[in-house]
């Protein structure tokens, strides 16, 4: 085994125990020995996060795990991004997507879920956090450009603000340039449909299968 | 005789916790997000970041706080002279409250509630025995989300003659309940004789939307009684240890305890939980499995340390049809409540992670509620029951069939259930092999039609359709379906 794919062997299995010290420390010796950075995000982090995300799905690890995967991966992708971009080179994800609680909504545990399932699914996800209002929604869209934008909503009031986010992203003529995904306990699909959603999700699970059709992906 | 209890903490365990949460509650503090909150809090000496909007809460205003909550809490029948009395040992069954869908008795569909099917869950559970305090269970499909809280109690309000328990989903939620509890009872009754309860969810971890303060408060201030719910997920937004979610749980509770008193001294409020298991396999929130028996059961007696009533969300079953899972689950829940003196064992006819009401669940629970209760009872001893001369007089051989002590005492010692089958197999089979689903549809079927709701009385009918016409004006809300 080269020195190259034994680096990239550890880095991948630090990204499956979740350790992000042994991550960091891989991370920075692959700057360090001048291996490409990008193929380490690649071939290890990526794929590591990757394995454990379709392990879940298959029922064969916990979501916690996943969880500690996605913030190891992350450790070791902000370590890899500097050298990536001074190479002249970017990351490729499958998609990007924006993501956040509505406003009035400040719960956070299935908004998170989703967020790393899709990283754990081969995305990048900007997390805008949660009570986030359509406002800031249809900035972060101008700003940020996502394919996709995700809305979580856990109370019957919230809900209807997944319609004016909705509505403001279409007002600022934004709305043929993202697809709207929407999730949460109390939202159904014909919600979905009524407030011109693309699709939603019933559960964390759905959520993920949910974002690969979208994007055309076997699941 | 002894009573049977279950004590899943011993004394020093209790006091630990408390002593614990109160050092979270100093170092770590919540977050409110609710600026009159804030500023109260900090009036009367907390520790407040403004821009966090994070209080850390020193120990003496929790004590004093502590002080002000009132040991008993009744809850009165619609009547105003019927009451349940949250204290001590004493189990009230409870039906789950603001669920989004309904599980079809008649086919077992699970699709959104109307008006008529939550019209359904208030008289049924106003004829079961076993089932003391009706909810606003159902949120329905056919009414305006912006006034469908208010509208869930109205509608029970005049189909079922039990206390609610119920919550607002809006700012305007906690008044408006106010003006229609009034309409019934009069004003000078909406806190001396409180039919509803309102459910305060804090939002973990150490944390309080502005709504849920903002319902508080206004509870505090018209004195109507709250139970106050932290709802720690094990492993989720909660540590994945029984102690730990127990502590942090407590914690809210006390800093809850701390905004209604300070509101207003005095406000009632009972300490419940929704404690969960966070299954790490499918990332859903669990309320079957034992862990959460364990962690009520800890609730329960912190509560009893506190001095206030207790309650917890024991009843709810996470299977998603009605099986056998459906009836075991809250088979250990209702054992653990009573035994371990959680006053209000909140979750009947409840199922699907809190999402889902079935009549069919409601109707077993309340055998299975009267079971329990049986349970509590214990084995009254004394010269009558102990029977020994009656021992003596029929002797070795002898039979006990004849006797007047045995049907005196027979009806007496045990709890007979309405649906539970004990007949003979060959009765069984004459009279169609039914199972527990069958008979269960059957006396659901019967109750609907036969039970009937002691009316309001005429004037107060039309003084509580005037207070709701109000509120639906305010909201522009102009058709609404049939009750």
């Not at chain 1, 920075?28 to 590591?48: Q, S």
């Amino acid at each position: 085994m080269s020195v190259k794919e034994e680096l990239f062997k550890r880095l991948k299995e630090a990204v499956v125990n979740g350790d992000p010290e042994e991550v960091s420390k891989i991370a920075k010796k692959v700057v360090e020995v001048g291996i490409d950075p990008l193929e380490a995000v690649e071939k290890a982090l990526v794929v590591g996060v990757l394995e454990l995300g379709d392990k879940w799905v298959k029922g064969e690890a916990f979501i916690a795990d996943v969880v500690a995967a996605a913030d190891a991966m992350k450790v070791g992708l902000s370590i890899l991004k500097n050298e990536i971009v001074k190479r002249g080179r970017s990351i490729k994800y499958l998609g990007r997507i924006v993501i956040g609680t509505v406003e009035g909504d400040i719960h956070d545990i299935g908004k998170s879920i989703v967020a790393t399932l899709w990283e754990a699914s081969g995305f990048e996800v900007i997390d805008l956090g949660v009570d986030v209002p359509p406002k800031r929604f249809v900035e972060a869209v101008k700003q940020y450009k996502p394919d996709v934008v995700g809305m979580s909503a856990l109370l019957t009031t919230s809900m209807l603000k997944q319609r004016e986010t909705i509505e403001a992203i279409k007002q600022a003529g934004l709305r043929d340039k993202v697809k709207i995904v929407i999730g949460g306990a109390p939202t159904t699909e014909e919600w979905a449909k009524e407030i011109g959603a693309d699709g939603w999700a019933p559960d964390a699970f759905s959520a993920v299968q949910l974002i690969k059709r979208l994007f055309g992906i076997e699941g | 005789m002894a009573r049977p209890r279950i004590e899943v903490l011993s004394r020093d365990e209790v006091e630990e916790i408390h002593l614990r949460s109160l050092n979270i509650l100093n170092r770590v503090g919540v977050r409110i997000e609710h600026e009159e909150v804030l500023n109260m809090l900090r009036d009367i000496g907390a520790e407040v970041d403004l821009n966090k909007k994070i209080v850390r809460i020193p120990e003496h205003i929790v004590r004093e706080a502590l002080k002000r909550t009132p040991p008993i809490v009744r809850l009165y029948h619609r009547d105003g002279k019927n009451y349940v009395e949250l204290y001590g040992w004493s189990t009230y069954f409870v039906v789950g409250s603001a669920a989004y869908y309904y599980i079809d008795w008649r086919t077992g569909e699970i699709r959104r509630p109307m008006t008529r099917d939550l019209a359904d869950v208030a008289k049924l559970a106003d004829a079961l025995p076993n089932t003391h305090i009706m909810s606003t269970a159902l949120v329905p499909a056919d009414i305006p989300e912006i006034v469908a809280d208010r509208w869930r109690m109205y509608v029970v309000l005049k189909r079922c003659s039990k206390p609610i328990d119920t919550g607002a989903f809006t700012i305007e939620g906690v008044p408006d309940a106010a003006k229609l509890m009034k309409a019934v009872v009069g004003e000078e009754n909406v806190s001396r004789k409180p039919f509803m309860i309102f459910a305060i969810c804090s939002s973990p971890p150490l944390k309080w939307s502005s709504l849920t303060v903002q319902n508080l408060m206004d509870c505090a201030k018209y004195g109507i009684p709250v139970h106050i719910i932290p709802m720690p997920q094990t492993g989720g937004t909660a540590p994945a240890t029984l102690a730990g979610a127990v502590l942090q749980a407590n914690a809210e509770f006390l800093s809850g305890v701390v905004i209604a008193q300070f509101t207003k001294p005095g406000t009632p409020i009972v300490y419940s939980g929704s404690p969960t298991v966070f299954d790490q396999r499918f990332a859903t929130s669990c309320t079957g499995y034992i862990e959460v028996g364990l962690m009520s059961a800890a609730f329960s007696h912190l509560a009893k340390f506190y001095g206030v009533p207790s309650a917890s969300y024991t009843m709810v079953s996470d299977a998603k049809t009605f099986d056998q899972q459906a009836t075991l689950e809250p088979a250990f829940g209702a054992l653990i409540s009573v035994l371990s003196g959680i006053n209000m064992a909140i979750g009947s006819g409840m199922m699907l992670e809190e999402n889902g009401i079935s009549l069919l669940k409601l109707v077993i629970d309340d055998d299975i509620a009267g079971s329990a209760l049986r349970f509590a009872k214990g084995i009254q001893i004394d010269v009558e029951t102990l029977a020994d001369w009656l021992i003596e007089e029929v002797g070795p051989g002898g039979l006990f069939l004849k006797y007047r002590h045995t049907r005196e005492w027979w009806r007496k010692e045990h709890f007979i259930p309405k649906l539970l089958d004990k007949k003979t197999t060959d009765t069984w089979k004459k009279s169609g092999s039914k199972t527990l689903d069958t008979v269960a549809r059957e006396f659901i079927e019967k109750v609907l039609k036969e039970h009937s709701v002691e009316p309001l009385p005429p004037d107060i009918e039309k003084s509580l359709d005037n207070a709701m016409l109000e509120i639906l004006k305010k909201h522009k809300v102009e058709k609404v379906p049939e009750i």
